[in-house]
């Protein structure tokens, strides 16, 4: 694929991600919200698994520590959306990541990025962390969101390290998929397997939508950072703040506002700063 359609695709991705928050925030139960994520996750990855190619050798360990990043970073989430809102968690979690993901990169596998690819990363993290600024959050709301960022960079830099190493994107994310989805599954069985089925009745349809938009965003992703940079290819994939703020604006009716136009208009201009640049 050209660099162009891969970060099309990156696109795609930040479009969907929004899309799947918003239900997770919206639910009345957010854990079960993700475990019923989570659990599409795992039907399409164990329908897949006899069709694909299965990751090599070396991309097993990777495959481990990215399962257990996204296990940080759901718990993470769902703890954030539960003490603070979406306009304030998203993008201080977003925002973070792309400089981290790109600085863990340089450091661990000498990924290295041109000074204008750095300007442009930084001016996306700063447009989009922007969209919370002002926003009134409490310092424990922060910090969440924050240690969110943490391990949305991680997941992200493992998950790009591990698809390199697996040699087959579709192999890793369905393995990537059935482990994070046995994982949650178990985890609800252990402790709530009462509120399981109820909820499966009222909400089945809306979290199996969100799960195959989260599969399908994630595997967007992958197929970028398996070719790309990963501090780019992450810096456009959290650009699902704007997307979520015009979801926000065109759906829920909640205000725009100057600064979220600002904060706009510097996220913009580091897409095109990487578009230049690619």
Known sequence: MTAAVLYGLVILSAIAHPIWNAMVKSSGDRLLSMVAIRTTGL?????????????????????????????????????????????????????LAPVLASIVAFIVIDERLSFGQMIAV?????????????????????????ATGVSVATYSFLG?????????????????????GIGMVGFVLSSRRHDLLPYVRCHGPTGLLAGLVSVAGFLAFLTAASQ??????????????????????????????????AASISVVSGIAMLAALR
């Open 43 to 95: 039907i399409l990855g164990m329908v897949a698994l006899p069709f694909v190619d299965w990751p090599a050798p070396q991309a097993w360990p990777w495959l481990a520590i990215t399962a257990l990043a996204h296990f940080a970073y759901y718990g993470l989430l769902i703890r954030s959306y539960d003490i603070g809102d979406m306009s304030v968690v998203y993008p201080l979690a977003r925002g």
């Open 122 to 146: 930084g001016v996306i993290s700063l447009g989009i962390m922007a969209f919370s600024f002002g926003a009134g959050a409490s310092a424990q709301a922060v910090t969440f969101a924050l």
């Open 160 to 180: 790009g390290v591990g698809v390199r190493a697996a040699g087959t994107v579709l192999g890793f994310q369905a393995c990537l998929e059935i482990a994070t």
């Open 228 to 261: 790309l940079p990963i501090g780019p290819v992450s810096a456009l994939r959290e650009t699902s703040v704007i997307f979520g703020a015009l979801i926000g604006t065109l759906v829920l009716k909640e205000g725009f506002g100057a600064r979220r136009v």
